[in-house]
């Protein structure tokens, strides 16, 4: 039995620009949008790529920890089986 592999990135850059009144503003949180990403969008996002993997059954999907903080990176393994019969159109 042989296996193959490939690997397939997609990676998201984040920025952001803040204009100079709001650091004078005391109320202003500097890493609020960070924080949005981290515990709205990001989590949506890897939500929505399990879902649509989840639509092919032959396909299955896992995290995988190398280590590496989930703030930075997360991988996610999909795996291929050959003995689950292909979803019929």
Not at 67 to 81: F, M, Q
Request: charged residues 30%; negative net charge; without cysteine.
């Amino acid at each position: 039995m042989e296996t193959r592999e490939k690997t397939f990135v997609i990676r998201f850059s984040l920025g952001t620009t803040i204009p100079d009144a709001l650091w004078e503003d005391e109320s202003f949180e500097e890493d609020a949008w960070l924080n949005e990403w981290e515990a709205q969008i990001k989590p949506g996002l890897v939500r929505a790529v399990f879902t649509y993997l989840r639509a092919f059954p032959r396909w299955e999907a896992h995290i995988r920890n190398r280590g590496i903080s989930p703030l930075d990176e997360i991988e996610i393994v999909v795996d291929h089986n050959f003995a689950v019969p292909a979803k019929q159109q």
